[in-house]
């Protein structure tokens, strides 16, 4: 069972436009939300996150928004840069306040592949 | 400079050797999680630690195990019973709600 879907494998944007990435969950217990961002072979960079109690968090360029109803989040790239092309990983988590073994858990999603053209 | 580092970053082995990845931190994080990654996929959690001493199987931990006995380190045994274990594995720390990772060791068994 998915709980965290990215259902667009890849994406292409000029440079100099905005980039969206989508990420759906299902589990209602997820109350806090990040963004990472892997390059080949190498270990992926913690990019921007959101608590459950807002709804936008922004920084610079990247800015994440949180649908709790749809239970929908979004990375905006604005605007795009060559440098950006990347996989961008969502991922939720229970939060420091669950209690038990899911303390700290991270669900990942499957992946966007970001790919910024000149 | 504080950070992740996992050693190495290639290795191959034999079919039916075990064999012991390496993860250091010196965030002073208290908790370390493992996991993998195949083509594709997302990273699929395979134990972790939220303390010295103890840890806990994820979601994919048979043919996998690990230790605890040091707060910095987080080996990961990849044993002869792990059905597919060629894939890069990547090792993490965490800080309140943000896990931070390392370079990652890309697992070769032929």
């Known amino acids: 069972d998915q709980q965290v879907k990215q259902n667009s494998p890849s994406l292409s944007v000029q440079e100099g436009r905005i980039s969206i990435l989508n990420c759906d969950y299902t589990?209602?217990?997820?109350?806090?939300f990040l963004w990472y961002k892997k390059y080949p072979a190498e270990g992926p960079t913690f990019l921007i996150s959101i608590s459950s109690i807002k709804d936008k968090n922004e920084d610079g360029r990247f800015t994440v928004f949180l649908n709790k109803s749809a239970k929908h989040l979004s990375l905006h790239i604005v605007p795009s840069q060559p440098g950006d092309s990347a996989v961008y990983f969502c991922a939720a988590t229970p939060g420091v306040n669950a209690g038990g073994t899911s303390y700290g858990k991270l669900t990942f999603g499957q992946g966007t592949i970001l790919t910024v053209h000149p | 400079d504080g950070g992740i580092t996992q050693s190495p970053k290639y290795l191959f082995r034999k079919e039916g050797q075990n064999v012991t990845l390496s993860c250091e931190q010196n965030?002073?994080?208290?908790?370390m999680y493992w996991y993998r990654q195949d083509p594709g996929q997302g990273l699929r959690l395979i134990y972790y630690?939220?303390?010295?001493?103890?840890?806990q199987k994820g979601d994919i931990a048979e043919g996998y195990s690990v230790s605890r006995e040091k707060k910095e380190s987080f080996p990961l045994t990849v044993t002869s019973a792990q059905k597919n274990p060629t894939a890069f594995y990547l090792c993490?720390?965490?800080?309140?709600?943000?896990?931070?990772f390392g370079p990652g060791t890309r697992l070769t068994v032929t």
């Open positions: 630690s939220q303390i010295v001493n103890d840890f």
């Open positions: 993490a720390s965490r800080s309140r709600n943000e896990q931070y």
């Open positions: 965030l002073n994080h208290d908790a």
């Open positions: 589990n209602s217990m997820f109350d806090y």
